[in-house]
Nanobody, 121 residues
């Protein structure tokens, strides 16, 4: 059984920073692409940032220059450093990962339970 456990959300004032973590537990052979998504009330879930196993990254235009995604492959953990937070960053943030369980290249997609980020003005 694999779990993605997120932490680090909370309430912060505009201009502040938060660091989200997502740790994968279970019998995992490898984690391929992984990323952070967010969903605000009444809006669709959107990609915030993604990172490949090799470290290539991509970001939503709205967070470029403010957010940084990184990963520790040895710890099966992905991070999202969020700086210069704005009220419009308020949302539930979800971790997503493509997980490989054996040497066979079959990937399975998993989601975390979500962590709330609230930015006050």
């Amino acid at each position: 059984q694999v779990q993605l456990v997120e932490s680090g959300g909370g309430l912060v004032q505009a201009g502040g920073s938060l660091r989200l973590s997502c740790a994968a537990s279970g019998s995992i052979f490898s984690i391929n692409a992984t990323g952070w998504y967010r969903q605000a009330p009444g809006k669709q879930r959107e990609l915030v940032a993604g990172i490949t196993r090799g470290g290539s990254t991509n970001y939503a235009d709205s967070v470029k220059g403010r957010f940084t995604i990184s990963r520790d492959n040895a710890k099966n953990t992905v991070y999202l450093q969020m700086n210069s937070l704005k009220p419009e960053d308020t949302a539930t943030y979800y971790c997503n990962a493509e997980i490989q369980f054996t040497v066979l290249p079959t990937l399975y997609n998993y989601w975390g339970q979500g962590t709330q980020v609230t930015v006050s003005s």
